[in-house]
T-cell receptor, first 112, second 114 residues
Framework: NAGVMQNPRHLVRRRGQEARLRCSPV?????VYWYRQLPEEGLKFMVY????????ESGMPKERFSAEFPKEGPSILRIQQVVRGDSAAYFC??????????FGPGTRLTVL | GQQLNQSPQSMFIQEGEDVSMNCTSS?????WLWYKQDPGEGPVLLIA?????ELTSNGRLTAQFGITRKDSFLNISASIPSDVGIYFC??????????????FGQGTTLQVKP
């Protein structure tokens, strides 16, 4: 019974490069949420997706960030032209229904 | 936007002691959840509360959903070294006009001295 999978676990990028983070939800879960955690802080909501649809992107920066959850394959969080302030842990959570979200191990992004 | 105030920010206790932490909000939620995060890992769900006034236990953990729907607390009894970690509360609004996103508190860092 596999949980939420995220890869890579660690990602290093230079300023200006693209970062692509992948999330495979629990089998059968159709709701995916992305959160960002800065050092010493709680998690902040970024975006909520269902298969092929973005439902709520109110927490996503307006520029450089995008997310998708295709019919087949993992959900992808894409950050273009990364800057040092993008360095954080990015967590994906999935749920079958609204209530209980189960989190992946996260991707730690470091921008040099 | 909605904010949660979680306290205390950190605790350093002796093994065997009981621990209590709480979260308050300026607005109501219809679900409260408590998570634990170990270093380098994602949050793990400990307890979920769905009804105002609900008191739920999971082993040595007990959590309550406040009557006003604006607060929740978590108690850990007889702490052990593996309880070390960061505990987060999270509030959630569900239903047709809400998306179920979680609003997290700032976390309580727990250290247990053997």
């Amino acid at each position: 019974n596999a949980g939420v999978m995220q890869n890579p676990r660690h990602l290093v990028r230079r300023r200006g490069q693209e970062a692509r983070l992948r999330c495979s939800p629990v089998k059968g879960h159709s709701h995916v949420y992305w959160y960002r955690q800065l050092p010493e802080e709680g998690l902040k909501f970024m975006v909520y997706l269902q298969k092929e649809n973005i439902i709520d992107e109110s927490g996503m920066p307006k520029e450089r960030f995008s997310a998708e959850f295709p019919k087949e394959g993992p959900s992808i969080l894409r950050i273009q032209q990364v800057v040092r302030g993008d360095s954080a842990a990015y967590f994906c959570a999935s749920s079958l229904i609204y209530n209980e979200q189960f989190f992946g191990p996260g991707t730690r992004l470091t921008v040099l | 936007g909605q904010q949660l105030n979680q306290s205390p920010q950190s605790m350093f206790i002796q093994e065997g002691e009981d621990v209590s932490m709480n979260c308050t909000s300026s607005s109501i939620f219809n679900t409260w959840l408590w998570y634990k995060q170990d270093p380098g890992e994602g949050p793990v769900l400990l307890i979920a509360l769905y009804k105002a006034g609900e008191l739920t236990s999971n082993g040595r953990l007990t959590a309550q959903f406040g009557i006003t729907r604006k607060d929740s607390f978590l108690n850990i009894s007889a702490s052990i070294p593996s309880d070390v970690g960061i505990y987060f509360c999270a509030g959630q609004l569900t239903g047709s006009s809400n998306t179920g996103k979680l609003i997290f508190g700032q976390g309580t860092t727990l250290q247990v001295k053997p």
